[in-house]
């Protein structure tokens, strides 16, 4: 799934991010197919299911006709074309969603081999929140970080300062 470079800092801190606002006691719907980090919540002792790979934006009945009481979206907004409505589908109160944030020195992330590996949004901090908080949902929590590489280069430097990731934990208005 990562080709040889499996996210260790992005999953330690979002599993921290999740300890430190959801409890044990709670039932999760992931949003997506299961992946390694479902089982790293799973090794942590969250009771966690996940969607089917069906189409979110044309199909939200997953969601829908689930009771979770949350729901988390661990880099699945982008690549949506209507994260708006998958947001507003939600039952849960409550929400732990990241996001890859778009960074100005580089072009939305596109893999041509996989449709479905592709960024339609890329979203600055402000741009998230103010879909959440359209879709109904207050943010109690957030989180940026950087991902730096070990690569040489402009972007490469450019990296070890522009924050990546944003993770939000928001509960329905």
Wanted: aromatic share 14%.
């Amino acid at each position: 799934m990562y080709e040889g470079k499996f996210p260790h800092k992005r999953y330690k801190l979002t599993s921290q991010f999740v300890e430190k606002h959801l409890s044990k006691s709670e039932t999760i719907l992931d949003l997506g197919v299961a992946n390694p980090f479902t089982q790293v919540l799973l090794n942590k002792g969250y009771q966690v299911k996940n969607t089917s790979g069906e189409d979110l934006d044309r199909d939200t009945s997953a969601i829908e006709n689930d009771d979770a009481t949350v729901v988390t979206a661990f880099e699945i907004f982008e690549h949506l074309l209507s994260p708006l409505t998958v947001l507003e589908a939600i039952k849960a109160d409550k929400l732990v969603a990241s996001i890859p944030m778009r960074l100005w020195f580089a072009p939305a992330y596109r893999s041509k081999n996989d449709m479905w590996d592709r960024h339609f949004h890329e979203f600055e901090d402000w741009q998230f929140d103010w879909l959440l908080e359209k879709a109904g949902w207050k943010i109690i929590a957030r989180k940026k970080w950087t991902n730096p590489t070990k690569k040489i280069g402009i972007r490469p430097i450019l990296r070890w300062f522009t924050p990546r990731y944003y993770i939000v934990y928001a509960e329905r208005i």
